[in-house]
């Protein structure tokens, strides 16, 4: 038997989803400091409800959804990088589009990362279906086997929301 997956929030900027132990967000527009805060809060609230109080994230930005955050929704991000570490085993960002500016944008996630030094790995894909292998070796280490297996086909359809 499969899980199926739930819809927790979903709106024209922001749609959240929970399948098990992952967390999937697709962002529709820029996002802003309550949504950001909003998706902290769900995360927080997956993990507590997990036995092991640990999640995987799927951050998905659509095309067409800019990145250039203000100084609050930045400030609001950067403590929910933080607070992460105390919940997340891992963070998939699925930078949606094709051409200069999607690339530009998965390169400036990528140097972020790489200055933030999160707690816990995190990863930048062009495409939700590059995202899967690596979202299931995180469940796979975790011992999350029955999640690691299914993960692909639930999430694919959970962030279509």
Request: hydrophobic share 50%.
């Amino acid at each position: 038997m499969k899980l199926a997956h739930d819809v927790v929030h979903d709106d024209d900027e922001l749609c959240i989803v929970t399948w098990g132990t992952v967390l999937g967000a697709r962002w529709r527009a820029t996002p802003t400091r309550a949504k950001l805060e909003l998706l902290a809060r769900e995360q927080r609230m997956l993990a507590a409800a997990t036995f092991e109080r640990r999640i995987v994230g799927v951050t998905v930005v659509s095309p067409g959804a800019s990145l250039i955050l203000t100084g609050e929704a930045r400030t609001a991000a950067e403590a929910a990088d933080r607070a992460g570490s105390e919940y997340l085993l891992g963070l998939a960002q699925v930078v949606e589009g094709q051409g200069f500016a999607a690339a530009t944008a998965r390169a400036v996630i990528s140097g972020i990362q790489l200055a933030v030094r999160a707690a816990y790995p995190m990863k930048v894909f062009s495409k939700i279906d590059d995202a899967m292998p690596w979202v299931s070796m995180l469940l796979r280490k975790a011992g999350h086997q029955r999640d690691a297996e299914d993960v692909t086909d639930a999430l694919i359809e959970a962030l279509g929301c």
